[in-house]
Antibody, heavy 119, light 109 residues
Framework: EVQLVESGGGLVQPGGSLRLSCAAS????????MSWVRQAPGKGLEWVAN????????YYVDSVKGRFTISRDNAKNSLYLQMNSLRAEDTAVYYC????????????WGQGTLVTVSS | SYELTQPPSVSVSPGQTARITCSGD??????AYWYQQKPGQAPVLVIY???ERPSGIPERFSGSSSGTTVTLTISGVQAEDEADYYC????????????FGGGTKLTVL
């Protein structure tokens, strides 16, 4: 059974940093693109970043470029999102998602972790 | 930036057919995908590559594509289908590999 479990969310002040983790199990982690998708309270889904199987390609939504970094450790079956210079508008539930072989769509999602940026 | 446009809401009675549209200039060249999200839950993929249905998704869910519009059709709507539905595709210019529509709230009357 595919399982994705996010952790690392919480309350952080504007300008602060946070690192999200996603523990994957039930599939060969190194064979799939992986993504982070967020959802602000009461709003729609917004793709944040994704990363290729070997980490050689990474893509970001414009609003987080230069502030967020996606990474993965295939030996630990783990996905990460380092978030720096956080802003109030980054407040959201962050989902970890497994993508298909080409990074086109997400076929499995975690339950999400809430990040709140507030003073 | 590239946008996918969905109606904010659709309402149908139980047993009727619901159609949710998604429009985008790149849709003739890029596949579309559909997700269902119920309150407090993570999204679930219900349609991929315009019209393919993942295993475990009921046959009443189907997808189609015509020009710059893709459509999610739910035949014989049930109360449990009440949810938010999001389309997703890619920006063919390559600047954004994943783009979501704004979402459509399906209400079962």
């Amino acid at each position: 059974e595919v399982q994705l479990v996010e952790s690392g969310g919480g309350l952080v002040q504007p300008g602060g940093s946070l690192r999200l983790s996603c523990a994957a199990s039930g599939f060969t982690f190194s064979s799939y693109w992986m993504s982070w998708v967020r959802q602000a309270p009461g709003k729609g889904l917004e793709w944040v970043a994704n990363i290729k199987q070997d980490g050689s390609e990474k893509y970001y939504v414009d609003s987080v470029k230069g502030r967020f970094t996606i990474s993965r450790d295939n030996a630990k079956n783990s996905l990460y999102l380092q978030m720096n210079s956080l802003r109030a508008e980054d407040t959201a539930v962050y989902y970890c998602a497994r993508q298909d072989d080409y990074g086109d769509y997400a076929d499995y999602w975690g339950q999400g972790t809430l990040v709140t940026v507030s003073s | 930036s590239y946008e996918l446009t969905q109606p904010p809401s659709v309402s149908v009675s139980p047993g009727q057919t619901a159609r949710i549209t998604c429009s985008g200039d790149a849709l003739p060249k890029q596949y579309a995908y559909w997700y269902q999200q119920k309150p407090g839950q993570a999204p679930v993929l219900v349609i991929y590559k315009d019209s393919e249905r993942p295993s475990g998704i009921p046959e009443r869910f189907s997808g189609s594509s015509s020009g710059t519009t893709v459509t999610l059709t739910i035949s014989g709507v049930q109360a449990e289908d009440e949810a938010d539905y999001y389309c997703q595709s890619a920006d063919s210019s390559g600047t954004s590999p994943v783009v979501f529509g704004g979402g459509t709230k399906l209400t079962v009357l």
